[in-house]
């Protein structure tokens, strides 16, 4: 929902259940540690109810419970939603013979009246501020609340004829996904709401979209043309590799479903995206992973703009190299820059978009487009790519802008696991122009795509390369004078040795991922992290839920553009500085984006001390994060 205030609302929330429960208590709040409410450990409602927890105010009852059944009255249920809507209070005023001015309830009931959540004359001249509110109250006031268009015909319950009057309004309710029947296709409308429904419906209309863009992948077996002589079976969403390119425009609500149609629990991990802890995809740490047959909804916000990637983050190592990831991509609102052609190309152990050789499609181009190259590396290893035949510009890292790109070819530009690369150029017909995978100064043909003009031939010539400079990110764009004040003190500072011990562990600082402590953090600190790499291979290290600053390369401060990245390779023998603000409260993944690494060790997670889990790990979920 546009202009909402969450944390008022949630505020509003704790406030209603307090003033509810004298049994509720503030005390709670500055307890430290990981808990639940006993009773609410696997209901339906314990991610939302924890999220709202999450947000900054607590509630529970001091014996540990939240009570989900309870009930929650009319003056309760308007309080909430004029709070989350954000409307000026009204006072001075008393529309109802039992709402009297001094009542607490009244500036809130008053504001509903004034805006039309609540309409004239529809509960006469008294209100019955105690009476537990029904389930079609809740739905007419939220579907007004969101000026929802009137639906009569998403009502299409059993007992549709117990609903007497605003149909179109409950059925927007319904429509919208605010208020929904129950599993016996009933709508008892009269029934009364509960605790836990209404901190859901609440939930739902807060972050309301109605531009939504929906899709599901279906992860599951199926066979795969690689090569023309090759066919294999992967394992895909919705039976392609790269699964179905996903474009949203920024602002714009992602919700995906995921169904399992394979033989072994699945996830997806949005990899680069900021999104809420419960949407992030990590068996364990932030979700049970999917089982067989079963399926799970992810939904969240699209806000920042840029190339991004999902994938399984279970079993990695063997669920990304059988083909399960793709390509997410959020196209600014109002671009600065048009683009004639946008192409998203996923490095992966295939070669490219899940294809070799001559398998691999062709790129239309037109002499003089102006060319967006999106390049993801889903791979197991680093790649070194060559673009040949025109200048360009690298104008993003990780999905985030460059300042003041410059141009540049015959370059040879290094992209890591879990990296992201946009380019830039002019298409010029007069040159023949590819993008190829190169290994010690070859063009590997297997991993090269072309971009094909209009009426030009069909065969490749094979030149021999001319890069002969390495992409030095650190130096690439121009400074931007303040950016190295912004960081003079830090709230926690970690410093993380890479390394590799004699059982073939993958380490950070002599441990693996399971006997390392957690990173802890509290909202809103300054965390510095030093990455020292005294192995003999690179470790691009990814970072979840945040994007951080890179400050430094073996003491020298980056002397380019400004860099947020989520992935940094960190190559033999180097010490990179990253930064970073604890916006984004609960447990992230720190992790080597080579999954092979991760699986032997190399990761570990930023946990935020004050998050209350938002779900119950199951041990019998076969929960394998790495
Ligand atoms: Cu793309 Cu934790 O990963
Ligand atoms: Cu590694």
Known sequence: MKNLNYIS??????????????????EMHHQHGKKAFLDIQGHWAQMPITELVNSGVINGFEDGTFRPMGD????????????????????????????????????????????????KGEYGSSFSPNQPISRQEMAIMAARSLALPLNEKALSFKDRAKVKRHEGLIGAAVQAGIVTGFPDGTFRPAERVTRAQAAVAIARASNYNPNVKE?????????????????????????????????????????????????????????????????????????????????????FKADKPGTYMYHSHQKGVEQVNKGLFGALIVEEKDPKVHYDRDYALMLDAFGMNGKTGEMIPKLPVQNGDRVKLRLL??????????????????????????????????????????????????????????????????????????????????????????????????????????????????????????????????????KVMHDLEPILVNKGQKVKVTMRNIDKEDHPMHLHGHFFQVLSRNGKLISGS??????????????????FITDNPGNWMFHCHKFQHAAAGMGTSISYRDYLLHFTPDPNAGNQME
């Open 9 to 26: 609302f949630i505020s509003s929330l704790a406030m209603i259940f307090l003033q509810a429960d004298s049994g509720w208590t503030m």
């Open 72 to 119: 929650v009255t009319r003056e309760q249920f308007v309080t909430m939603l004029v709070q989350a809507k954000g409307y000026d209070l009204v006072r001075g005023k008393a529309s109802f013979s039992d709402v009297a001015e001094t009542r607490w309830s009244n500036p809130y009931i008053e504001t509903a009246m004034k805006v039309g959540v609540m309409a």
């Open 215 to 299: 899709v599901t992948l279906v992860a599951k077996e199926a066979p795969w043309q690689v090569s023309s002589d090759r066919t294999q079976i992967v394992w895909a969403f919705n039976g392609t590799v790269p699964g179905t390119e996903i474009r949203i425009k920024e602002g714009n609500t992602l919700r995906a479903k995921v169904v399992n149609g394979l033989p072994e629990p699945v996830t997806i991990h949005w990899h680069g995206i900021p999104l809420p802890n419960p949407m992030d995809g990590v068996p364990g740490m932030t979700q049970n992973a999917v089982q067989p047959g079963q399926s799970f909804i992810y939904e």
């Open 377 to 510: 590396n889903i791979g197991r290893t680093e790649y070194d790519v060559y673009l040949h035949g025109v200048e360009y510009k690298v104008t993003h890292t990780d999905g985030q802008p460059i300042h003041q790109p410059r141009s540049i070819q015959n370059t040879l530009l290094t992209i890591a696991p879990g990296e992201r690369y946009d380019l830039e150029f002019i298409a010029d017909s007069s040159q023949e122009t590819y993008l190829a995978k190169v290994i010690q100064g070859n063009v590997l043909t297997a991993s090269r795509v072309d971009f094909q003009f209009p009426g030009q031939s069909e065969d490749r010539q094979s030149h021999p390369i001319a890069a002969n400079t390495l992409f030095d990110l650190t130096e690439y764009g121009q400074a931007i004078e303040e950016f190295s004040h912004e960081w003079v003190a830090f709230d926690v500072e970690y410093e993380m040795v890479l390394d590799k011990n004699e059982r073939d562990e993958y380490t950070i600082n002599g």
């Open 562 to 579: 400004p860099l947020w990245k989520d992935t940094l390779n960190v190559r033999p023998g180097e010490t990179y500085e990253v930064a």
